[in-house]
């Protein structure tokens, strides 16, 4: 494939998460994957009744090969401390899963996936759905509510609120744990925000 070409993942027919995780390893849909270290796949409870879906891994995700273990993952886990939801008992994955980076200095930046890189690994996340077959998506941030509502959604004036998407799941829609990291006042205030959505999509799953 040319340098740049954006095709779009093509799963192998199946419900085994293993399967599709190996298959997914090998994804070359879109460029994300020469930049990248590793596809990062989803994980947790294979049968849970709630997905949280981020954005794309971040620098320790892209290492370490595990979704959401850097610092906006340690955020997410105490938001699910405090609603009472024991992290391995949810299903926790990415719209996009390379990480997508741009260098400054000897650091990697993230940079937003595309519209195109968003569409081009939603096969792998609708496979995980059919797989996992949860009763709620939480999607946090723009870009997971873009890839699971199907187009663009104010995260601002949607959060929190029970949503149903083109796939067929109830949805609940909040903030991206990372935006709490970047505030510099009213941290509490959005942590609990933040805590709120994340239990009413746990109580709609029936946590
Ligand atoms: N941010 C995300 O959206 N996903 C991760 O896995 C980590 C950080």
């Not at 994980?43 to 891994?57: F, T």
């Not at 663009?152 to 990291?181: C, M």
């Not at 006042?185 to 946590?207: H, I, M, N, P, Y």
Request: overall charge positive; charged content about 25%; aromatic content about 6%.
């Amino acid at each position: 494939m040319a340098a740049g070409t954006v095709t779009v993942a093509d799963p192998p027919k199946t419900h085994s998460l293993q399967k599709l995780r190996s298959a997914a390893s090998a994804c070359r849909a879109c460029p994300l994957w020469r930049t990248g270290t590793q596809t990062v796949f989803g994980e947790g409870g294979a049968h849970s009744p709630l997905l949280v879906v981020g954005e794309q891994p971040g620098d320790r995700e892209d290492i370490e090969g595990h979704p959401f273990v850097g610092p906006a993952g340690r955020l997410l886990d105490r938001a699910l401390e405090a609603t009472g939801v024991p992290r391995d008992e949810v299903y926790i994955t990415n719209a996009v899963k390379h990480f997508k980076w741009e260098p400054r200095g000897k650091r990697r930046l993230h940079k937003t996936p595309a519209q195109r890189e968003i569409e081009a690994c939603l096969p792998w996340l609708e496979a995980e759905l059919a797989a996992v077959e949860p009763r709620v998506i939480l999607c946090m941030g723009a870009t997971a509510a873009r890839a699971v509502m199907g187009g663009k959604v104010r995260v601002t004036e949607t959060r929190g609120q029970p949503l149903t998407s083109p796939l067929g799941k109830e949805v609940v829609i909040t903030i991206h744990p990372a935006y709490i990291l970047r505030l510099r006042t009213g941290v509490e205030e959005a942590f609990a925000q933040f805590v709120s959505d994340v239990g009413k999509a746990a109580r709609l799953a029936g946590f």
